[in-house]
């Protein structure tokens, strides 16, 4: 079993809309919780970092449930530039800080 | 440009040859990682580095993959005897020493082997 699972997509959206995205992990021990972006061919970026209590950056929410292992991503007023692939990421208790554990990706395609 | 710096973008090579990835984190980075994400796959840890430890290599291949971080100069990837199932982008990042999760990734070096 995969440590974090992501629904692959695509999901193809027009400007404007509202997308979310989620995400499950395995090992109830995961302790830190990111969502990350990649454009095509490029490297992966930090969006943010899902905490317990939830969070929002601009238009980006994210929300943690750890009883249900389960991180989603709400995107608001969709832009063409949000087209991308959104990596579901976690960090597991014991393990190497920086060893992450990568979702494949979620692709977002927005359209005008 | 203070980012991570990997070379080459690109590599080509013929099964059985060598490759050779470079990787210099970010100034005032200690710690470096190396990654590799194979073709429709996600992104999967190999190695963690600082100068001339290498700290966990759990995820690295048994056979033919090495990684070093000598005192100075760059970290190397190094992969002997290339066979197809290499082909893949190898992505090298790098953090502060207190950082849980925000890694820094370099644009990835993309080995094809022939």
């Known amino acids: 079993r995969k440590e974090v699972e992501q629904d692959p997509g695509p999901f193809n959206v027009p400007e404007g809309a509202t997308v979310a995205f989620n995400c499950t992990y395995s090992?109830?021990?995961?302790?830190?919780f990111f969502w990350y972006r990649q454009d095509c061919r490029k490297e992966p970026k930090l969006l943010m970092s899902?905490?317990?209590s939830g969070n929002e950056d601009g238009r980006f929410t994210a929300q943690l449930n750890r009883a249900s292992q389960y991180i989603s991503l709400l995107i608001r007023d969709s832009k063409l530039s949000d087209s991308a692939t959104y990596l579901c990421?976690?960090?597991?208790?014991?393990?190497?800080?920086?060893?992450?554990?990568f979702g494949r990706g979620t692709q977002l395609t927005v359209w005008p | 440009n203070a980012g991570v710096m990997q070379n080459p973008r690109h590599l080509v090579r013929r099964r059985g040859q060598e490759a050779r990835l470079r990787c210099s984190p970010m100034?005032?980075?200690?710690?470096v990682y190396w990654y590799r994400q194979l073709p429709e796959e996600g992104l999967k840890f190999m190695v963690y580095?600082?100068?001339?430890?290498?700290?966990?290599e759990s995820g690295m291949p048994k056979e033919r993959f090495s990684a070093e971080f000598p005192k100075e100069g760059p970290s190397i990837l190094r992969i002997q005897q290339v066979v197809r199932g290499d082909s893949a982008a190898y992505f090298c990042?790098?953090?502060?020493?207190?950082?849980?999760?925000?890694?820094?990734f370099g644009e990835g070096s993309r080995l094809t082997v022939l």
């Open positions: 990042a790098s953090s502060p020493p207190t950082s849980i999760g925000e890694l820094f």
């Open positions: 090992n109830s021990a995961s302790q830190s």
């Open positions: 899902v905490y317990s």
């Open positions: 990421v976690v960090n597991v208790v014991g393990s190497t800080l920086g060893r992450l554990y």
């Open positions: 100034k005032g980075h200690s710690h």
């Open positions: 580095l600082q100068k001339e430890n290498i700290i966990d």
